[in-house]
């Protein structure tokens, strides 16, 4: 039931983009997407809901494909703050709604180089 | 300050004797949860709770209890641990799943290795 991040790693220089992917077998309610940085705790930059509305950190650009149950999180300009591990979660459609429980992928860890 | 604790952060132990990890959140949140990571599987769910005396069963329950008496609290316990239960586990808060602000808060993480 997890849903399914790509690429598993990626290396950028400063000011290079990237775009991580996060896929599902199941119908999505909403797709979430975390930072987290070594040794720390994950920290939230953006929830994306089905029907269009979202809500996250100014810098972070991400979009939901409902239809191919997909998300992408855009990096653009990259700086070495960005270098963590990033976590899509998605919160699959249950009766009347969400089904309730956030699930989390296995995560892309993202190198930003000088 | 908004915050979710958990104690203790660093916990080593023997096969089989009991122990609780603590978790609480000063947010008011209907929805925690607690995670376990391991290198290369990411988070994954354990137990899961929509409100007080309201708990269910996540990815990977075996070996894990839960209870939620009280809003603010929800402990994960290990009844007899074993050492593939070495892991850093995160408790999570958030208000109730589907709205815009279903955003989690994690706690700063628990260390545990069982030997």
């Known amino acids: 039931q997890q849903p399914v991040q790509s690429p598993q790693a990626v290396i950028l220089r400063e000011g290079e983009d990237a775009v991580i992917n996060c896929s599902s077998s199941k119908a999505l309610y909403s797709v979430h997407w975390y930072r987290q940085k070594h040794g720390e705790a994950p920290v939230f930059l953006m929830i994306?809901?089905?029907?269009?509305e979202q809500k996250g950190h100014e810098k972070i650009s991400a979009s939901f494909n409902e239809k191919k149950q997909q998300s992408s999180l855009y990096l653009t300009a990259s700086q070495l703050s960005y270098s963590g591990t990033y976590f899509c979660?998605?919160?699959?459609?249950?009766?009347?709604?969400?089904?309730?429980?956030?699930?989390f992928g296995k995560g892309t860890k993202l190198s930003v180089k000088p | 300050e908004a915050q979710v604790t958990q104690n203790p952060r660093y916990l080593i132990t023997v096969t089989g004797k009991k122990l609780t990890v603590t978790c609480s959140q000063n947010?008011?949140?209907?929805?925690m949860s607690w995670y376990r990571q391991d290198p290369g599987l990411g988070l994954r769910q354990i137990y899961y709770s929509m409100n007080v005396e309201v708990t269910d069963k996540g990815d990977v329950p075996e070996g894990y209890k839960v209870s939620r008496k009280e809003k603010r609290n929800f402990p994960l316990i290990l009844e007899s641990p074993s050492p593939n239960q070495t892991s850093l586990y995160f408790c999570?808060?958030?208000?109730?799943?589907?709205?815009?602000?279903?955003?989690?808060?994690f706690g700063p993480g628990t260390r545990l290795t069982v030997t």
């Open positions: 979660g998605t919160e699959i459609v249950g009766y009347g709604g969400s089904q309730g429980n956030l699930i």
């Open positions: 994306l809901l089905k029907g269009g």
């Open positions: 947010m008011n949140h209907e929805y």
């Open positions: 999570a808060s958030s208000t109730q799943p589907g709205l815009i602000s279903y955003e989690q808060y």
